[in-house]
């Protein structure tokens, strides 16, 4: 009986011990801190607390895919924030990699940083699965992790996104109702989806497509990767006009800039287009939108970076967080664009133009962003 009483106390004492181990950070009631900047996603988001650290900081960003303008100006968004006169002294050290599509490559990078002893990781993940391990590490050390954009099919860590889903929904309905200006309930539309295997480009899509198929109309559709990218989006757009003719409405994730100009090229009829805040697509909106082009640009902007580093830092100072914060969508349609306002004539084509976030007290400029090298800070 003494042994088994022994044995007992033994394997309670050792689950405790593993389960302190890997216990941050903590499940707790909210509200969190500055709700104003770190909205909670809904009414059922639960909230995290970390051990409160002392500062500064040691903050890695751990991006993945870079061939595209988006995440190249991420990650001057990144080092420009790191900058920041409200972020620069609460880091000690401030590194970015980028380490392809590869998931493999990127779990080791946070793995490895981890064991560098760094306090936050923010990531844009290869994948929305096969984290558990890294987390779990993450947890054992205290380290914070922060997907965003890209994010987890998890709610072990502590997140930030835009509604991707409601994104695609919202750019389906904008077109919806411009063809239904026109008489049209049904036609041929060309839909440039985003990079293969990312949540954004899944979640993006499922809105789009669910909200063709509630319209009830006759839609026939074809669908080309364009990879987010400009030039990507330029050729298959081109070749899909080639092979299909005109299309009635293009809905693009990303690579908006290209997809016009391949419309140009082509001597297509100008339709509703709707993508994402290129600066060059919304000059193209300016120019082209008597002509039919009437567009809405919905930005994922890269400046979500900076949230989630303030997150991440706010995480650290033992504050309590939500565990999915939600930052609301930024939307300008062809009839609301003003030149200096929400796009810039003077700024490259390929720049993002949605970086200011007032409610966090983030603003990040044009000039000091391009700034800045797209280059690994190692």
């Not at 950070?25 to 500055?34: I, M």
């Not at 968004?77 to 599509?101: H, I, Q, R, W």
Request: include cysteine; charged fraction near 20%; charge should be negative.
């Amino acid at each position: 009986m003494k042994l088994n009483t022994f044995i007992a106390a033994s394997v309670t004492s050792l689950m405790l011990s593993t389960s302190a181990s890997v216990a941050a950070p903590a499940v707790v009631a909210g509200p969190g801190v500055d709700p104003g900047c770190f909205a909670p996603w809904d009414a059922e988001t639960s909230f995290f607390q970390w051990p409160a650290k002392q500062g500064p900081y040691k903050v890695a960003i751990v991006n993945g895919f870079v061939g595209n303008g988006w995440r190249i100006q991420m990650i001057k968004t990144a080092k420009a924030f790191a900058e920041d006169p409200s972020m620069k002294d609460k880091l000690a050290e401030f590194k970015v990699v980028s380490t392809g599509t590869d998931a493999a490559t990127q779990l080791g990078a946070i793995e490895d940083f981890i064991n560098q002893g760094f306090d936050a990781i923010v990531t844009i993940a290869v994948s929305p699965e096969g984290f558990d391990r890294v987390i779990k590490l993450a947890d054992r050390q205290d380290v914070v992790i922060v997907p965003f954009d890209n994010v987890l099919d998890t709610d072990a860590v502590m997140q930030i996104n835009e509604d991707q889903l409601a994104m695609g929904r919202t750019w389906a309905q904008f077109v919806l109702d411009q063809l239904a200006e026109d008489g049209k309930t049904s036609g041929k539309v060309l839909e440039v989806r985003g990079l293969a295997g990312n949540s954004v480009d899944r979640d993006r899509s499922i809105g789009i497509n669910a909200v063709l198929d509630e319209s009830g109309g006759d839609w026939e559709r074809v669908s080309v990767v364009g990879n987010w990218d400009d030039g990507t989006a330029q050729k298959v757009v081109a070749d899909a006009i080639a092979v299909h003719g005109s299309f009635d409405a293009i809905l693009a994730q990303g690579g908006t800039t290209g997809v016009v100009q391949a419309m140009l090229d082509a001597g297509h009829p100008m339709v509703p287009v709707a993508g994402e805040s290129e600066n060059g697509f919304r000059k193209l909106m300016a120019e082209h939108s008597a002509e039919g082009l009437k567009g809405i640009s919905i930005g994922q902007s890269p400046g979500l970076v900076a949230i989630a580093m303030k997150a991440a830092v706010s995480a650290l100072e033992g504050n309590v967080m939500p565990q999915l914060i939600s930052v609301p969508l930024p939307v300008a349609t062809y009839d609301e664009l003003e030149d200096g306002v929400n796009y810039w004539s003077d700024l490259p084509d390929n720049f993002f133009t949605v970086n200011e976030f007032p409610a966090c007290g983030v603003n990040i400029t044009g000039p000091s962003i391009m700034a800045q090298s797209e280059a690994d800070a190692t």
